[in-house]
């Protein structure tokens, strides 16, 4: 019967991933996918909370005594690019393929966590699981996660959905997002006069192309700084005396923001402004107990250098889900539909292992 169960759930889990892709949920405008996960909860008899476009949903048996895990995914999307050929708010399904905007990132891993969400919300189990779905994700806003925690207590762990091809991301890069100012003198182009500042500003940038920061992890290896946007000058005869630019630092969990931002700026004459600390690195320590459950059931561990809520969540976290990075924010998005199946059967197996972690030997 339980299998019977489960089976149900994972076909009506998919027909909601097929129903989310016709709602458009770009960031910031995500009310209506909010509305169907919700009614799709309240369908199964699960009592949820409602903050701003964020769902939040306890297991039946929640009892503050007992640790909690919080099971997230986010339910907007970025916009569709030019380049797709079928309709990204039609829900295509061809030769076992689920392809619409949001299928991969991270609808597939969405309605995954939720199908295991439900297949244990009403049993009587050792942890409190939260699901959250959440909003403004793909900008790191501020109405997404970050409120919702608000809201939730403190999680001993958090079980992140995204792609992943259900390998286990055990760290995560930060973003650190640096605008710098080189400061001149202005003087006439046709004379000797001034200090260019974008002459200042090559020299920085030209150490950023080569910059190699002291530390390293093990995961994730150096840290990356770019420079990738540029502006300076007013007219064509005037020496600037301002040279803006910007830089993409992205961070490993070898440093903390503030440390990096530092390190930069020692190195480099600009004056340097980070626009946030908020995105922060993450992983996993050596002796956590999932790195024992990932070596039991075989799951490959890595580093992802891709950004997602959880740098935004202050307490330990892994990112795993069915589908590949790679198909995210392309054209013609589409998740195999085998892979939703396998992501709620091994999403199911890591938290019975995590959950009877005394038995895990076993």
């Known amino acids: 019967m339980e299998n ?98 949001g299928s991969n990132d991270a609808g597939g891993s969405l309605v995954s966590l939720l199908a295991t969400f439900i297949h244990f919300s009403s049993k009587e189990i050792p942890y409190n699981l939260i ?54 003198s202005a003087g006439h182009a046709a004379r000797n006069e001034g200090e260019n500042a974008i002459y200042n500003a090559m020299e920085d940038i030209l150490k950023v192309k ?55 700026q020692s190195q480099l004459k600009a004056e340097l402004n980070a626009r946030s600390f908020r995105l922060q690195s993450s992983f996993l320590p050596e002796n956590h107990q999932m790195m024992e459950v990932a070596h039991v059931l075989g799951l490959e561990k890595f580093g992802s250098p891709t950004l997602s809520d959880q740098a935004l969540i202050p307490f330990d976290s892994v990112k795993i889900g069915p589908g590949k990075s790679e198909r995210s924010h392309t054209a013609d998005e589409f998740i195999e539909l085998k892979e939703i199946e396998e992501g709620i059967k091994i999403y199911i197996q890591l938290l019975e292992k995590y959950m009877n972690h005394k038995n895990i030997a076993k």
């Open 210 to 264: 080569d910059f190699k920061f002291k530390n390293s992890s093990n995961y994730l290896g150096e840290n990356k700084v770019s420079a990738t946007i540029i502006k300076a000058g007013q007219q064509h005869n005037i020496v600037p005396d301002l040279c803006k630019f910007t830089l993409d630092v992205r961070v490993t969990d070898a440093y903390t923001l503030e440390g990096a931002f530092e390190e930069l």
């Open 131 to 184: 699901f959250v779905a959440s909003a403004e994700e793909e900008i790191s806003g501020k109405n997404g996660i970050s409120s919702a925690l608000e809201h939730i207590p403190k999680c001993e762990l958090a079980i992140v959905g995204e792609p992943t091809e259900m390998k286990l991301a055990v760290a995560e890069k930060g973003l650190l997002v640096i605008d710098a100012v080189a400061k001149g």
């Open 4 to 101: 019977t169960n489960l089976n149900n759930v994972k076909t009506k889990a998919i027909d909601l991933l097929k129903e989310l892709i016709t709602i458009p949920s770009f960031s910031k405008e995500e009310h209506e996918t909010a509305n169907a996960i919700g009614i799709f909860l309240k369908h199964q008899g699960i009592e949820f909370m409602r903050m701003g476009n964020n769902i939040i949903a306890y297991n039946l048996h929640f009892d503050e005594q007992k640790p909690s895990i919080l099971l997230n995914s986010h339910h907007d999307t970025v916009k569709p690019n030019s380049s797709y050929t079928k309709n990204p708010f039609e829900s295509i399904e061809q030769n076992g393929k689920l392809y619409g905007l």
